[in-house]
């Protein structure tokens, strides 16, 4: 079992950041891809962002391309999300995930095993 728990959220105008965080107890936190998804109300969970077992590789959506930017540390078994220029439509609860390291890079639910609680994030207008 992996125990994810999100933190970070908040409510920030529009143009501004954030910077969400996950951390991870239980299993090797290496041996896991990560990855966040965000699901805004009456909307289905969506990709956000990934990164692979040693940091190597780091997908993102296209929508948050330029602005977000995932990185880990697996020394803290830490998960951040980096959230620059944010717009009202990046407004979501935020999920981290954590995913089998032996598989592929995955963008889909079903790619993650492991799942946090969620942390709100509100972008104003």
Not at 80 to 101: F, H, I, R, W
Request: charged letters at 20%; a positive charge; proline letters at 2%.
């Amino acid at each position: 079992q992996v125990q994810l728990v999100e933190s970070g959220g908040g409510l920030v105008q529009a143009g501004g950041s954030l910077r969400l965080s996950c951390a991870a107890s239980g299993r090797t936190f290496s041996r896991y891809h990560m990855g966040w998804f965000r699901q805004a109300p009456g909307k289905e969970r969506e990709f956000v962002a990934a990164i692979s077992t040693g940091a190597a590789i780091t997908r993102y959506v296209d929508s948050v391309k330029g602005r977000f930017t995932i990185s880990r540390d697996n020394a803290k078994s830490t998960v951040d999300l980096q959230m620059n220029s944010l717009k009202p439509e990046d407004t979501a609860v935020y999920y981290c995930a954590a995913g089998p390291g032996v598989a592929g890079l995955g963008y889909r639910s079903y790619d993650y095993n492991y799942w946090g609680q969620g942390t709100q994030v509100t972008v104003s207008s």
